[in-house]
């Protein structure tokens, strides 16, 4: 009878523990729209759609203060909405030219937009 108590007890215990992980809330960033701003980027030195395009585009994503950025590679643009709070147009320049070492792209601020989002 003590071994299924403590059995019993052992379980109720692990039980208790991982609901307590299970608990944690996801973390939501709300950006104000005041603080939205959107630009398009001209980048020279892309070669291939997945290789080039599509790694920037990841990389963009992932960069803090970026809400939504789309890679055309065709137009050679990016489309980029970000909060102006936390980056700049001309972080997001510097940050693109860094890529790959900063040998293989070049952006800027570019004269049309692209297909939006």
């Not at 070492?101 to 297909?115: C, I, N, P, Q």
């Amino acid at each position: 009878m003590n071994v299924y108590k403590l059995i019993c007890l052992l379980v109720i215990t692990s039980f208790a523990i991982s609901s307590c992980n299970l608990e944690k809330k996801a973390t939501t960033i709300t950006t104000s729209v005041a603080n939205k701003q959107q630009v398009s980027l001209a980048i020279s030195g892309m070669t291939c759609e997945i290789g080039c395009a599509k790694t920037i585009q990841s990389k963009l994503s992932k960069k803090e203060g970026v809400l939504n950025a789309k890679v055309i590679f065709k137009d050679s643009i990016a489309n980029i909405e970000f909060n102006k709070e936390l980056t700049s147009n001309k972080e997001l320049i510097s940050f693109i030219n860094g890529i790959a070492g900063g040998e293989m792209y070049k952006a800027s601020e570019a004269s049309k937009k692209a297909t939006v989002y």
